[in-house]
């Protein structure tokens, strides 16, 4: 009996060393059907993997959303389309030029437009010229330069000192009273108004001479007086006076 005791024992002390044995090892990997091993941190993975694949399609959606509010910033964000300066409408017809509709020109000083309209009414054979400097520049039919001053000699296309103005005016002033004195019909005038008061004045001193200084005398300086200022009314519209106003008239220089 204790023999067969004692056989059971080592019997169940081996099954039980068998059994935490078999415990203890690793596990051997599963195989599938095309020799691939599954383990339980492949099922993790596939676990895992189908995970993501689900979680695919809100970060596809969120890209989407992030490029379509990358697409509206970036129309919002569009540069604006370029400025004009110079729009031809604003000119009319008579100017041309590279200047014109062209938004890398610079702008035109517009104080000189409305003079150079003028000129192209009066003068429908000449043309302006508009460069991308924003210089203008009168030129006939066929786009040669063409130069157009006024009676002073400055362009359309330029400021001038008021002073300079002056200076001209005057200038222009003496030139008329000149060309006037010179002329044969203001000297013949001029001639008759002095010898009208040579006799005016040798009639006045024979009246002194021959008595009657009294009321006679009065009379006397009164008809001369009277006379002479009649004439002297004369010269000065024989030498045809300038007006006061002055007013720019431009000329095509040849």
């Not at 370029?82 to 008579?94: M, R, T």
């Not at 035109?108 to 043309?127: G, K, M």
């Not at 040798?202 to 006397?220: D, H, P």
Request: aromatic residues 6%.
């Amino acid at each position: 009996k204790d023999t067969s005791r004692r056989i059971m024992k080592i019997i169940v002390c081996l099954v039980v060393c068998s059994a935490a044995l078999a415990q203890a090892m690793p596990q051997a990997p599963q195989v599938t059907s095309r020799g691939r091993a599954l383990s339980n941190g492949g099922a993790a993975q596939i676990n895992a993997a189908a995970g993501g694949g689900t979680a695919a399609p809100a970060a596809t959606a969120g890209a989407a959303r992030s490029l379509t509010g990358g697409v509206a910033a970036g129309a919002a964000a569009a540069p604006a389309a370029p400025v004009i300066a110079n729009p031809l409408a604003d000119f009319g017809q008579g100017f041309f030029g590279q200047g014109l509709n062209n938004p890398a020109a610079f702008p035109v000083n517009r104080q000189f437009v409305p003079t150079a309209q003028q000129i192209l009414r009066t003068r429908p054979n000449l043309r302006v010229r508009v460069d991308t400097f924003g210089q203008l520049t009168f030129t006939n039919e066929f786009g040669v330069e063409v130069e157009v001053e006024d009676q002073c000699g400055f362009s359309p296309f330029e400021f001038v000192d008021p002073i300079e103005i002056q200076e001209c005016q005057f200038e222009l002033q003496q030139n008329r009273l000149s060309t006037v004195q010179n002329s044969p019909a203001f000297r013949t005038q001029l001639q008759a108004f002095e010898q009208r008061q040579l006799a005016e004045r040798n009639a006045f001193i024979q009246r002194q001479l021959t008595g009657g200084a009294g009321a006679a005398g009065a009379v006397g300086v009164a008809g001369p007086t009277g006379a002479v200022t009649g004439a002297a009314a004369r010269a000065p519209a024989a030498a045809a006076p300038a007006s006061t106003g002055f007013s720019r008239q431009f000329l095509v220089r040849v």
